[in-house]
């Protein structure tokens, strides 16, 4: 068994609202509720000021709870992804992790030295160079000079800003602030790395190379915890995964069953039955929306679960505000891993040719026997111009179950174990000249 990285005991933080009357404005009141308390019949004991005063924040709505009651135990070598909607507590509890402000009510105990990277610029002094700052973030850090002297190439190469490593970082982009940030906490060697969202700065293949070298730092057996909204990370890149929900701790589990779980919810929560996403938000151009997407058995009808080898319909509405002339449509399907396994199209090499559209309407994508294995998907929409270019293009709009079937009639069900295309084939066995097997061959 692993070593425990971070034990979280009963951890709550709680806030007054912006705006309310503090405590020490209702200080006379609290004396005079205690006071009374001596003149009271029937009651056992007199409370004490403080107790008057912990039951005023408790009972008083200028207060709630960020987080409560939260208990976890993160062991070395971990990496846990923590999820969950806007407001759900989880910068929170990072912020509680990196020491940044105190818990309300619990413990926790740490076994290594902690490593923050939680928002663009934390920790970095603007008017100071991007090489003092990597310096000053491992002293932070507690680290000595020449420990950091010995993997400053590192760093900076990581970062990709050699040429502006001696520029005051008041001068920096959002995305250098990020990749500098992010290879100082990855390479000064922290036993425990705390990374909140930030790596949405960046760019693609910035964010895959973060990714590779979170993996790095956990195969060293040094703990990750990483906050995201970004589903395909969290089961791409964490075996573990806990979702909070309104401050509490609701699921903590393997990663693809939470992010189920998380997903689900969310689609409840959205109104949605069935496999139906509200996109307005992810899919819009001038003159052109794409508010929603269906996954739709080959009749027409709702789905809850997709299963390999049967007809799915994947139904996208738009509204056109002025006539979209000769248009195209694709649709991609994508592993967690953002490996493309599907891009769908109706482009003319497809065969298919698309009138000029206007107004509302819906045009599906019918692929039948589904040839995927079961396991975890990506849904992508393109709305664009033939050869001209994508108006609407994103990877993730959704994500969604394929329930393994039995591809090959032996009787067991192909997950992605065995890769993510089903394809028939046939195996020929053709013996070798000899007059016959062997025992051992045969056996084999």
């Known amino acids: 068994m692993s070593a425990s990285a971070i034990t979280i005991e009963n951890v709550g933080k709680r806030y007054r609202y912006a705006g309310t009357t503090p405590l020490s404005y209702n200080l006379r009141a609290d004396i005079t509720e205690w006071i009374k308390g001596f003149f009271r019949r029937g009651q056992p004991s007199h409370a004490t000021l403080h107790e008057v005063q912990e039951k005023h924040r408790t009972e008083s709505s200028e207060y709630f709870w960020a987080l409560k009651d939260i208990n976890l135990e993160i062991k070395q070598g971990e990496v846990v992804g923590i999820i969950g909607r806007n407001g759900a507590g989880k910068s929170t509890l990072l912020k509680i992790l990196s020491r940044i402000t105190p818990p309300t009510t619990g413990t926790i105990t740490y076994r290594g030295r902690v490593a923050s990277l939680l928002e663009v610029g934390t920790g970095f002094h603007r008017e100071l160079t991007g090489r003092e700052n990597i310096f000053l973030n491992g002293s932070i850090l507690g680290m000595k000079r020449a420990e950091i002297t010995k ?10 800003i050699d040429k502006f490593i001696d520029t005051p970082v008041k001068f920096y982009s959002s995305g250098m602030y990020v990749r500098l940030a992010f290879a100082v906490a990855a390479h000064l060697e922290p036993d425990i790395l705390v990374v909140d969202e930030v790596l949405a700065v960046g760019d693609v293949a910035f964010q895959r190379k973060c990714l590779g070298k979170m993996g790095e730092v956990a195969k060293q057996g040094r703990t990750i915890l990483l906050v995201t909204h970004n589903m395909v990370y969290v089961t791409h890149a964490c075996q573990r995964a806990v979702l909070l929900e309104n401050g509490a701790l609701v699921a903590d589990a393997e990663s693809n069953s939470v992010v189920k779980r998380y997903l689900a919810a969310s689609r409840e929560l959205s109104g949605n039955r069935g496999l139906k996403f509200d996109t307005t938000h992810q899919l819009t151009a ?147 000249g000899r007059s016959g097997l062997s025992q051992a061959d045969s056996e084999h």
């Open 151 to 160: 993997r400053f190439d590192e760093i900076v190469a990581f970062a990709e």
């Open 286 to 432: 001038p003159g052109l929306v794409v508010p929603m997407v269906e996954l739709l058995d080959e009749n027409g009808a709702s789905l809850d679960q997709i299963h390999g080898g049967e007809t799915l319909r994947v139904r996208i509405h738009y509204q056109c505000k002025r006539m979209l002339l000769s248009p195209s449509f694709a649709v991609t399907l994508s592993t967690p891993t953002g490996v493309e396994v599907l891009r769908l199209s109706t482009l003319p090499i497809s065969g298919c040719v698309l009138p000029d559209l206007g107004g509302k309407g819906y045009l599906d994508c019918v692929i039948e026997r589904l040839p995927l294995t079961g396991g975890q998907y990506f849904l992508g929409v393109g709305v664009g111009r033939p050869n001209v270019e994508y108006l609407i293009f994103n990877d993730n709009v959704a994500s969604f179950e394929i329930v393994p079937f039995d591809a090959y009639g032996s009787g067991f069900g192909v997950d992605s174990r065995c890769g993510y295309v089903v394809v028939q084939h046939r195996w020929e066995f053709v013996p070798s």
